[in-house]
């Protein structure tokens, strides 16, 4: 106010907003921006602009790790493949940006060799021009309809699951009779039933049954909770994680089993898992065991099944919501080597979300109560171990996609990537993913029984596109591999298991090696 009049407020708000839009946005470079990749402060680039996601990470229902394996890098690959365009449009604007996403790198040291700079400089092209390509078939896809749900095509395998659920009850009761074969086969149904049940579980966890998250989310408490015993919300936070940073010794929760399993031998220099937030040390057990994992590895996945029901009910326990506040951190020390990194906190659902999780689970153990009250001990013990021996073949499915191939450090290849053409350490999105998964190569009379499992390369590259249509995908994908001589792994289901047997057999020999040296 001044002598005389005042101050039209109005006109200066318009005057600062004109300002604040005629501003140069601030301009960050990629090294910059990998320095904020902590949960007190989280940065990720999408679409060219920069976004400050630390407030959003509690609330991502993927989880905070997905996000934060993506953290303080380019993710843009990443949140197209996984979320809808409406989802990010939606979202996104929510998310408070912070600047620009620039060209820039930094500068390198006068010691650094001319054709390594060269080098690095041919890899940055090729990667925006594979990139280019992917997001044109993406758009391509989109606008044909190939991401539209087809819940209609799911009859055959409901029924498929009915008739095993219901034959294979009916043989587990008959054997009463004192027949074994009948327990045996019974038992053996069921858990291909679990195995079929997945398949439509991990459809409803990518939102491509429906292809409403929302629906597809309650439709997990009956596929995953109800029927399998796998809570939903679990399954997201590592199935997500998974596909963020596939074979990121760091930051895929799906390779990291120490010190019973170990598949990369880099996996042994006192792992740090960021989805389980722990070190995982090569210890004395596993230098005993691990040497003989090729040979045991198939009992083990027998009974791995036990490990995602333990899973699951802790999953509900951290994520409780009624106490606890939601995305705490935690500092770990190493003690041995002083090293300190970030064990990152649950999310907390909404109360009524968490308990159609744990209402839908406890159904799973009721269910399963009343069907071995009507066994004796004896025939119990064969029928949940026989159904979980034969269920842990969905186990091996997913796990020989990946177990053969290559592996990095952190993110999708971003970091210390093995087998990147051009003798680089850095891959883009697109091209990590078809030198981390392999397809199992089979007759499309076989599709039902690998559930699309065996098209994961075409998974990986568009997850929400529904399994039905993954085999049509084949041909446009390997197009732009072939265009970039970036190599496509195809065997059989044997070879794929006789490449992962050799995997683990060949770091087992380096562990032997170590613990002798």
């Known amino acids: 106010m001044g002598k005389g009049g005042c101050v039209n407020v109005s006109a200066i708000k318009l005057t600062a907003r004109k300002s604040a839009a005629n501003e140069k946005p601030r301009e960050i470079t990629p090294s910059f921006l990998a320095t904020k990749n902590s949960i007190g402060e989280c940065w990720i680039a999408y679409d060219g602009d920069v976004y400050d996601v630390t407030r959003w990470l509690p609330m991502h229902p993927g989880g905070i790790r997905a996000i934060m394996s ?90 498929r699951a009915l008739l095993l659920l219901v034959v294979g009850v009916f043989l587990i009761l008959l054997s009463r ?22 398949f439509m579980g991990h459809d409803a966890g990518h939102g491509s049954i429906s292809g409403d998250i929302h629906i597809d989310a309650w439709l997990g408490f009956i596929l995953g909770n109800f029927l399998t015993g796998i809570d939903i919300g679990w399954w997201k936070s590592t199935h997500y994680a998974h596909h963020s940073a596939t074979n990121a010794i ?51 996945m ?9 899973q699951s009910v802790l999953y509900l326990i951290d994520t409780r919501p009624f106490f606890n506040r939601s995305g705490t951190v935690e500092k770990i020390i190493d003690e041995s080597t002083g090293q300190v990194k970030e064990k990152y906190g649950w999310p907390k659902p909404k109360a009524n979300f968490w308990m159609g999780q744990v209402i839908s689970l406890m159904g799973f153990y009721y269910v399963w109560y009343c ?91 568009f997850p929400r596109i529904p399994r039905w249509k993954l085999r049509s995908l084949m041909p446009l994908v390997d197009e732009i591999f072939n265009k970039y001589d970036i190599p496509v792994v195809r065997v059989p289901f044997i070879e794929a298991n006789r490449m992962m047997l050799a995997q683990m057999a060949d770091v087992g020999a380096a562990i032997v090696k170590m613990k002798y040296s």
């Open 70 to 159: 993506a953290g303080g890098q380019d993710a843009t690959s990443v949140m197209k493949s996984l979320h809808t365009p409406y989802t990010l449009k939606n979202y996104m604007k929510r998310v408070r940006k912070v600047g620009i996403l620039s060209d820039k790198t930094a500068d390198a040291p006068k010691s650094a060799q001319a054709d390594e700079l060269v080098k690095k400089r041919k890899n940055k092209l090729r990667s925006d021009a594979i990139l280019k390509d992917f997001n044109a078939l993406s758009d391509k896809l989109l606008n044909d309809g190939w991401y539209d749900a087809t819940p209609l095509q799911y009859w055959a395998a409901i029924i």
């Open 177 to 198: 009779t004192g027949s074994t074969i009948s327990l045996l086969i019974g038992s053996i149904m069921i858990g291909i039933f679990f195995e079929n049940i997945a």
């Open 371 to 461: 069907l071995i009250s009507c066994l004796d001990i004896k025939s119990t013990v064969i029928c949940i171990f026989a159904s979980h021996m034969a269920a842990g073949l969905l186990h091996v499915q997913i796990l020989i996609s990946h177990t053969a191939m290559n592996y990095c450090s952190s993110g999708a290849g971003s970091f210390e990537a093995d087998g990147v053409p051009e003798g680089t350490d850095e891959a883009g999105y697109y091209e990590w993913q078809a030198l981390s998964t392999m397809d199992v190569s089979c007759p499309p009379w076989m599709d039902w029984a690998h559930g699309g499992l065996n098209f994961q390369l075409e998974h990986h590259l």
């Open 302 to 310: 027998g009974v791995a099944r036990f490990n995602l029901y333990i």
């Open 250 to 300: 760091h930051d895929d929760p799906d390779i990291q089993h120490m010190p019973l399993l170990c598949f990369e031998e880099r996996m042994t220099d006192n792992l740090w898992s960021a989805y389980h937030g722990k070190f995982m040390p090569l210890d004395a057990l596993g230098k005993l065991i691990i040497p003989y994992q090729n040979w045991y590895f198939y009992p083990v």
